[in-house]
Each structure stands twice: as C-alpha cells, then as structure tokens.
T-cell receptor, first 110, second 112 residues
Framework: GESVGLHLPTLSVQEGDNSIINCAYS??????FIWYKQESGKGPQFIIDIRSNMDKRQGQRVTVLLNKTVKHLSLQIAATQPGDSAVYFCAENNRNQFYFGTGTSLTVIP | NAGVTQTPKFQVLKTGQSMTLQCAQDMNHEYMSWYRQDPGMGLRLIHYSVGAGITDQGEVPNGYNVSRSTTEDFPLRLLSAAPSQTSVYFCASSYSGTGELFFGEGSRLTVL
C-alpha cells in the first residue's frame, strides 16, 4: 500500500515565526498532493495543493514545496498565528485514491 | 450550500448490530469517498465512487458496504459492527478524483 509519512509528530513554534512541516511519500506515480488542516472535533480543511508538474506553489501565508527526486513535500507557514494551531496532514493522490499521512500537531506559543 | 453533510454525528452500537452512516453533498461532485480516522493512523480510505452507479474499494474496505444510486448521496453501511470499527468516519467529495476534497464534519462511532 501507499506510505505517506511525516517527519515529526509534533511541532511548537513562537507566534510570528515561520513553520515548516515535512512529509515523505512513497509512490513516484502520485500526481497530486494536498495539505489539510484539522482542528479538534472538525473535518479536515483544505490549505493548498500542488500537482506533480510543479515544484512550488504559494497561497496566502502558505507555500508548498515538492521535491519529486526524493519524494518529499513540505508546507511552510509564514508568520505563524495562534489560529494556526492544529493537526496538519499531507495527502497524495494516485488513481483516484487519496493516501494521508499520520499528521503533525502544530502548537503556536503566544 | 451546505457542502458535505454527515449523519449521525455520534452513534453507539453493540457488536453485531448494523447501521448506515449517511453522507450527502450539494455541490454536484462526481467523486465521493469515506475515510476512517484512528489515533496515530491518519485518515484511511474505505470506499470511493467516481460517479453514480460506480464504487470501488480503498485501503480498508472489509466490514463496510457502499452504494451510489444518486450523485448526491453516498451511504456507508456496517452490516455487523465490530469493536475494531470504533472510529471517527469522514465523508469527502470532489469534482473529480484528482481535485480538492471537501470533508464533512465527521461521525463518531463507538462499538461496544
């Protein structure tokens, strides 16, 4: 089966600092990747996505980087705010199936 | 738009009982899917559908059935519940199988 892993299960950052959450994926045939944010008791919310023909994509305060050579995905959050505290999941898509990582819990320290 | 609506939000079952988790979306999405979320395991795909009348198995399909008679609805059936099916279940939909997934709020199921 697919294997989507996250390098760190927890991450604590000071408010205002930048956050970087990493993710490794195993299937080189995966062609679409998404980052989700999940707050306690809620469903995952879309943050940003990237297709395999791109290396970088930027959104509002977030950037996703894709390194296909080493099968690595990262999410960068600029000027992290207390509202960014949540669990973050990466997901890869292959043949209409999404495979999710186990999540990284981000805590923002005021 | 309501988005993706799941019912019930909470359910307690006894081992061997059956039940259906309902999922409806009003975004005219062709793709719908069910996931279970367990502590430390992330979200795992149970079943998915790329359109009405078409369903397929995901990573963990055993013990679950689905059907897709309309574009809007994608119910998940547990025919004989087991304690191992205690989990939080999420339904998600997308325009296609390779686009942003929109998730429901989840259904927390406990099997005693």
């Amino acid at each position: 089966g697919e294997s989507v892993g996250l390098h760190l299960p927890t991450l604590s950052v000071q408010e205002g600092d930048n956050s970087i959450i990493n993710c490794a994926y195993s299937n080189s045939a995966s062609d679409y990747f998404i980052w989700y944010k999940q707050e306690s008791g809620k469903g995952p919310q879309f943050i940003i996505d990237i297709r395999s023909n791109m290396d970088k994509r930027q959104g509002q305060r977030v950037t996703v980087l894709l390194n296909k050579t080493v099968k690595h995905l990262s999410l960068q959050i600029a000027a992290t705010q207390p509202g960014d505290s949540a669990v973050y999941f990466c997901a890869e898509n292959n043949r209409n199936q999404f495979y999710f990582g186990t999540g990284t819990s981000l805590t923002v320290i005021p | 738009n309501a988005g993706v609506t799941q019912t019930p939000k909470f359910q307690v079952l006894k081992t061997g009982q059956s039940m259906t988790l309902q999922c409806a979306q009003d975004m005219n999405h062709e793709y719908m899917s069910w996931y279970r979320q367990d502590p430390g395991m992330g979200l795992r795909l149970i079943h998915y559908s790329v359109g009405a009348g078409i369903t397929d198995q995901g990573e963990v399909p055993n013990g679950y059935n689905v059907s897709r008679s309309t574009t809007e609805d994608f119910p998940l059936r547990l025919l004989s519940a087991a304690p191992s099916q205690t989990s939080v279940y999420f339904c998600a939909s997308s325009y296609s199988g390779t686009g942003e997934l929109f998730f429901g709020e989840g259904s927390r199921l406990t099997v005693l």
